[in-house]
């Protein structure tokens, strides 16, 4: 089944509900033609609200454009936007089969049964549920459901497919396993796609780019990998990951370093004016003490599996996070260097470039 690949532009969009409450604040947004878009954030910042009016089930504020492809759909009832929608519970009817749930839009669109069958056909086949066509929902694994909701949703050829945290109410494991085929999928599908999930590790998964967004706006879009390395402003640093503060005395502002465990470091030239840098725990390393390391007592050790995550106290600053390989042995109480890689310290406050 070939899907349209459309680019949607959206300008000024912003929205107030009726009880004044701002949802949105006014928002431009580009999403290329195929591409995976993730809306990432905390409850409540409006990402929401923000693929609704994408979809057309809420209304912008006026001055608001969104087209889809050359197509100006500001005023297009949702009906006919050309939108596929896969909800949270991926809301599957439950009393229907497989085929049945998959051939709905079809059905209550008139579509001659012939193409309806063909079009069910290559779907089954395009996210493998063959042999399951007869299967109810409760039948069905929750990879199964899933892929169901994502025929469903494809079936009508939509321009533009909205996902709104299919995956939130999942337990953590199949979530992670239903994340990666979700990925997959959109893929395989390469449909232009906007996927809300306030779950960072989700977004960065599933999404091409993201849009951060906290209180109604947009605060960066980029590559995932670019955000978690080079985030513009301290909440995307915060949001795609652990931090440490590290504050820099007066001093340390003045000769342009960084101190850390009684090593000073060269601060990054864009860092020069923040009273305030960031680095993440698996950008600074334990090891024993040792000449041009920091020094610090571990606080804490908490083993996780892959990796162990340090608590280790430093003169003149919070206890630093440490991330370290599972064989590390420091204990707690244990004199120990510390150690970081310059070049990963992060503005705390947001850098005008
Ligand atoms: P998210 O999806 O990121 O959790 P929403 O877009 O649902 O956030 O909500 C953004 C803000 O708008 C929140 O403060 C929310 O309480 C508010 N909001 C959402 N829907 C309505 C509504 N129908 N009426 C009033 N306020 C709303
Ligand atoms: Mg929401």
């Given amino acids: 089944m070939e899907l349209e690949r459309t680019p949607v532009t959206i300008r000024a969009c912003a929205k107030t509900y009726p009880d004044g409450t701002r949802g949105l604040l006014a928002t431009d947004l580009d999403i290329a033609p195929g591409e995976v878009l993730a809306l990432l954030g905390p409850s409540g910042c409006g990402k929401t609200t923000l693929l609704r009016i994408i979809a057309g089930l809420e209304t912008p504020d006026a001055g608001a454009r969104i087209l889809f492809g050359e197509d100006d759909v500001t005023a297009v009832p949702v009906e006919q936007r050309g939108i596929g929608m896969v909800f949270q519970h991926y809301a599957l009817f439950p009393q229907m089969s497989v085929e049945a749930n998959i051939a709905y839009g079809l059905r209550i669109r008139k579509t001659p049964e012939a193409e309806v069958r063909r079009a069910v056909g290559e779907l089954v086949d395009l996210v493998r549920l063959n042999g399951l066509e007869g299967k109810r929902p409760a039948e069905l694994s929750g990879g199964q459901r899933q892929r169901v909701a994502l025929a469903r949703a494809v079936a009508v050829r939509p321009r533009v497919l909205l996902l709104d945290e299919p995956l939130t109410a999942l337990d953590a494991k199949l979530k992670e396993s239903l994340r990666d085929e979700l990925a997959e999928l959109l893929r395989r599908l390469h449909i232009t796609a906007i996927h809300v999930t306030h779950d960072q590790q989700e977004a960065l998964a599933i999404a091409d780019r993201l849009a951060v967004m906290r209180k109604g706006v947009i605060v960066q879009v980029g590559h995932g990998e670019d955000l978690y390395r ?7 640093a915060e949001f795609l990951g652990r931090v440490n ?3 820099r005395s007066p001093q340390a502002l003045r000769l342009g370093q960084i101190e850390l465990g009684g090593m000073h470091y060269t601060c990054p030239e864009p860092l020069r004016d923040q009273a ?3 680095i993440r725990p698996e ?3 334990i090891g024993m003490p040792q000449a041009g390391w920091g020094e610090g007592v571990v606080q804490q050790r908490v083993f ?11 003169a003149g600053n919070e206890a630093l996070l440490i991330d370290a390989p599972r064989d590390s042995a420091f204990k707690t109480g244990q004199a120990v260097g510390v150690s970081a890689n310059p070049e990963r310290f992060m503005p705390s406050t947001e850098i005008n470039t």
């Fill in 230 to 236: 080079q985030p513009a402003h301290p909440f995307v």
């Fill in 245 to 247: 503060r590290i504050s």
């Fill in 276 to 278: 305030l840098v960031l």
């Fill in 283 to 285: 950008d600074l390393a």
């Fill in 304 to 314: 996780l599996g892959d990796r162990v995550q340090f608590r280790v106290q430093v």
